[in-house]
């Protein structure tokens, strides 16, 4: 047992020192950040400055590569089969490493076991709107109408299984209340129905949201997350209001399973460096995001703690693909 035991800690101890070297050239060649989205979104956008930010702090070349499908989950499955060597990863959030083994029946990978967390990078809340020539103007308005008209109130999402969608399950569970979803194709569907009047509201994505503020078409009555909008200052929050209620939308790094740790130190130590750039905190505040880079052990619990808190909204709302 003695010689199993010596063996083993040799193997590791020679796994060690060959990531170490391998790190010490790290990055060499180009890398790969994948969005799992359409180019042009608030996720590229977020992938597109921190790669070049990175490109910058560290002299590599850090290109993104967007791999669109099913609700995010073929591009994270691109990444978790990757070669675990740093030059591959994933700019993924809830949907992806959250959400997605509670909602699809054959997701064809482990949001946990298929990864090494990297770092979580931002996270913002989300706002809940009415169209302006609503009569609902604050939120005991708002929670009057859904207490006397029930599933008769509907709202629309960017689609089943979004953090918009999610978010609302998460609020009528927290308050006893009901509310008919109507998912769209998209932010941009699911706020041009609320300005058409074809829902009565939605609980959407920041930068969606607020150019059609500042316009006049729609009036924000919440906002999800743990304190104020640096954004949107006057707009309260759920919780402040009290309602047990906090949904940030988050994204953060990602890579394969078994990358070598010296690498992803120097790769949350690269971001954490990239997230001091005024340039950078500047171009994430105009997105109405917060940046929140933490590290990979910080990240892992953060993790855990999603998943454990959205599976239990899944499950209650019975939310299956």
Not at 18 to 34: E, I, M, N
Not at 97 to 120: C, G, M, Q, S
Request: hydrophobic share 45%; proline share 7%.
């Amino acid at each position: 047992m003695k010689l199993v035991a010596r063996a083993s800690l040799s193997f590791i101890f020679l796994l060690s020192l060959f990531g170490t070297a391998f790190a010490q050239d790290y990055p060499s060649k180009v890398v790969q950040l994948v969005v799992p989205y359409p180019p042009g979104g608030v996720v590229d956008l977020t992938g597109r400055i921190l790669a070049d930010q990175l490109n910058r702090t560290t002299g590599g070349k850090f290109i993104v590569v967007n791999k669109p499908g099913a609700g995010g989950t073929i591009g994270a499955e691109f990444v978790a089969r990757a070669p675990a060597d740093g030059y591959t990863l994933c700019m993924c959030g809830a949907a992806t490493n959250a959400f997605a083994p509670f909602i699809y029946k054959e997701l064809r990978y482990d949001p946990i076991k298929d990864f090494e967390p990297v770092t979580l990078f931002t996270e913002g809340p989300l706002i809940l709107t009415v169209n302006a020539a609503s009569s609902l103007k604050n939120l005991d308005d708002f929670f009057a109408m859904l207490k006397e008209s029930g599933s008769k109130v509907d709202y629309s999402s960017n689609g089943v299984g979004t953090f918009p969608h999610l978010s609302v399950e998460l609020l009528k569970q927290a308050t006893s209340t009901q509310a008919t979803h109507i998912p769209y194709q998209g932010g941009g569907k699911a706020v041009t129905a609320l300005i058409a009047n074809e829902v009565r509201f939605t609980q959407n994505h920041l930068p969606i949201i607020a150019p059609h503020i500042k316009s006049g078409r729609l009036s924000p009555l919440a906002t999800t997350g743990e304190s104020r909008s640096a954004v949107f200052p006057d707009v309260p929050t759920l919780k402040e209001s009290g309602y047990d209620v906090v949904a940030t939308a988050w994204f953060g790094v990602f890579a394969p399973a078994g990358t070598p740790q010296p690498i992803i130190k120097i790769l949350s130590n690269a971001i954490a460096t990239a997230a001091k750039s005024p340039e950078l905190r500047e171009k994430i505040a105009l997105q109405g995001d917060e940046l929140r880079v933490e590290g990979p052990v910080a990240f892992k619990a953060f993790q855990a703690a999603e998943l454990e808190k959205w599976q239990a909204v899944i499950t209650a709302a019975g939310i299956k693909q």
